[in-house]
């Protein structure tokens, strides 16, 4: 009884010591409404105060943002790594590890670890859902089929002191040894603010009040009160303070400070009905609570066990016969758990056995664990789409601002995705720029992924790394490239070029004079080419065009490859009518395939020419081609000519037999000009 009066009084000058000056020091959201703590986040609305249970919601806020930029910005790294790591990749691996790599490109293996990555994220939230859901469904089930008490079961302590503290209490299924601190049963007391012209009307509101004031003078975050093995109370609580304890918060996003533990009292012996909520709950006796602040505060105090807590009513506990000029109080259990996750208390304090519900008046509510988790998975798929959304749209600002995407207009399309044979082909289009110079634009699709032969991503890619190392005046230039909604399955790349003029098939040369020259420029390319390490592999008189001032440049680096240090390498499929035969065997070859080609090229630039058998002698080598036969142009044309030595030694089955394109513009025959070039 000694204690319950200097509780009273203890609680009093508590009270008179926070006056409106000092408030904002005794209270938690005096600079911010959300206030954290190691079991989860305080809101403030008003004088509505909402907890929302397990998650530290600044903390929780920045992970979902970080976790959903990851989702944003790692798919658009990998496509990037496509482009400049893929494409880069061949001169610093072997060529198998180069091949395989592609290998795993095309099938989509190296996208495999992201997609694990993404259904492992997503397995885990489902699990953790699923965990809390069905742990809150079991718990429901049995406190409103069974009558037990499990789970969090709210406390509604009165009008008086709502704005003040917020009490949870949590009944575990086991009292094992075994379980940590977080799975056991316990009563947690949160302060928010110190009472501010509070009116006494009980010793257990006064000694509440007092512990409230105490705990917020020693920078306690929050109070448990734990019940581990047959009973025995311990008291834990989080301080905020400088140094080290054993379970450090700052380690588990709970800020700085430490738990402190501390034994209470041992278990109360009672029998009968409630008996396990009566051993709890009766540490929330004014003696005890009083106690309580003490240790907290470092004093010394014994607790002893309130043998008083008795069953006044149905599912109602006495708190303790107290002194008769404090009054009297009661925790009634108003039913068990709502199905409402946002209900106030189900726990209350009353003052008599025949007061009626007051939990509705309460300003206090709570967002459980489970609902909590699914909130934070509405947010996740919503940050996921926001910030996938604004990523997007900076990666065009950047486009803009750094590639000048949207500086160009399409005047012509030269190519579509889709070709009679039914391979993908980058779309090929011919754009200008705000100054009207004219440039070609390629782009290839992400998606669909390409098989062996199909020209693709990777393949377009692999030509803007190529043609970027390329500088001379008979190759296109490159100008730039750049991803368009990287990241997606509508990702493209695109590539600006330098326009070449039009195709030499649609303006072959007009006589012998005309087509030293033209040839000249076009050795002069493949020479440039094979002095940078590259062999060409799809020259064609489609990929050979003539500017207005009739010079010659090679175009479409496709299906080009950097050659190994031995000057060969595995060749991919080009124009079939063009094909050095040796490149049926998919054997590596060498940059002499460009010569056979180049070879072909004369055979059809000659064909409206003035000389015996060249009508039929392109068409004829074509055809042999095509068939995979052998072909002897002395059956064409005059063995005696010089073009005959020309075209005859570009065109030599024997690989190695064939000149170089250095040897070929030292060639007899194009150093016979009938008249100076002029341009």
């Known amino acids: 009884m000694l204690l319950i009066v200097i509780a009273y009084t203890g609680a009093a000058q508590a009270v008179d010591l926070v006056d409106e000056q000092n408030l904002k020091t005794y209270n938690v ?127 509604y302590m009165g009008n008086r002191l709502e704005q ?57 975050k929050q109070l448990q009160i734990l019940e581990r093995a047959e009973g025995e109370l311990f008291l834990r609580w989080f301080q905020e303070r400088e140094g080290r304890g054993e379970e450090r918060g ?49 004093k010394a105090c014994n607790c002893a066990v309130d043998e008083a807590l008795t069953i006044t009513g149905e599912k109602t506990l006495h708190l303790a016969p107290l002194h008769a000029l404090v009054g009297t109080g009661y925790l009634r259990f108003s039913g068990s758990q709502s199905w409402s996750p ?76 889709a070709n009679l044979a039914g391979e993908k082909k980058p779309t090929v289009e011919l754009v200008q720029d705000r100054s009207g110079k004219s440039w070609v634009r390629k782009s290839a699709p992400w998606k669909p992924i390409c098989s062996t032969n199909q020209y693709c991503f990777l393949h377009l890619a692999e030509e803007a790394h190529i043609l970027s190392h390329l500088n001379h005046k008979n190759i296109v230039k490159y100008h730039d490239s750049w991803l368009e909604r990287s990241g997606s399955d509508q990702t493209r790349l695109l590539m600006i070029e330098e326009y070449g003029g039009a195709v030499t098939r649609e303006n072959p040369p007009k006589n012998l004079r005309e087509f030293k020259t033209m040839m000249t420029d076009a050795l002069k390319a493949v020479e440039a080419a094979e002095n ?31 050659l190994d240090k031995s000057g060969h390498a595995y060749p991919q499929r080009g124009t079939d009518t063009y094909l050095d035969p040796n490149r049926y065997s998919w054997k590596k070859t060498s940059h002499k395939t460009d010569i056979w080609a180049l070879g072909t090229v004369g055979l059809n630039w000659i064909r409206n020419f003035k000389i015996k058998g060249a009508d039929i002698a392109g068409r004829a080598l074509m055809v042999a081609n095509r068939n995979r036969e052998p072909f002897d142009l002395g059956n064409y044309l005059d063995t005696d000519s010089e073009l005959f030595n020309f075209l005859n030694s570009m065109l030599s089955q024997d690989m190695d037999r064939r000149p170089t394109a250095r040897d070929l513009l030292k060639h007899k025959f194009l150093q016979e000009r009938t008249s100076p070039r002029s341009r």
């Open 164 to 220: 003040s503290v917020f009490i949870d209490v949590f009944f575990a299924e086991s009292t094992n040894t075994s379980l940590s601190d977080t799975d056991v049963s316990r009563i947690e007391v949160t302060p928010l603010a110190a009472p501010v012209d509070f009116q006494c009307k009980s010793s257990w509101e006064m000694a509440l009040a007092y512990l409230v004031h105490t705990l917020l003078k020693h920078g306690v």
């Open 532 to 562: 940078a390490g590259v062999a060409h592999f799809d020259i064609s008189d489609a990929n050979l065009v003539k500017d207005e001032s009739d010079v010659v440049r090679l175009i479409d680096f496709g299906v080009a490859r950097h």
């Open 29 to 155: 959201f005096a600079s911010s409404p959300i206030y954290v703590t190691p079991s989860g986040t305080f809101i403030r609305y008003k004088e509505q105060t909402v907890f929302v249970q397990g998650v530290h919601l600044p903390h929780q806020v920045v992970s979902t943002l970080l976790q959903a930029g990851a989702e944003a910005i790692l798919p658009k790294l990998m496509h990037h790594f496509m482009v400049f790591g893929m494409a880069r990749a061949e001169g610093y691996i072997s060529e198998y590890s180069y091949q395989k790599l592609k290998r795993w490109f095309r099938e989509g293996t190296l996208l495999k670890p992201l997609d694990f990555w993404y259904w492992l994220n997503s397995l885990r939230r489902a699990v953790t859902l699923g965990l809390a859901t069905y742990g809150e469904a079991r718990s429901r089930y049995l406190n409103i089929k069974m009558g037990d008490h499990l789970g969090h079961i709210p406390f």
């Open 342 to 417: 946002g209900l106030p208390g189900q726990l209350s304090l009353v003052n008599s056995i025949y007061e009626p519900e007051v939990s509705g008046l309460s300003h206090q509510f709570r967002l459980p664990y489970w609902a909590a988790l699914w909130a934070e998975e509405l947010f996740h798929q919503l940050a996921v789409t926001v910030v996938r959304q604004s990523v997007d749209a900076g990666e065009a600002l950047l486009n803009q601002w750094l590639h000048h995407s949207h500086s160009y207009t399409v005047t012509k399309v030269l190519k579509t995705e």
């Open 250 to 298: 700052e380690e588990r996003g709970e800020g700085k400070g430490e738990w402190i533990k501390h034994f209470f009292r041992k278990a109360y012996s009672v029998t009968g009905e409630l008996r396990r909520e009566r051993n709890l709950l009766s540490a929330l006796s004014p003696e005890n609570l009083y106690c309580v602040a003490e240790i907290v505060a470092g």
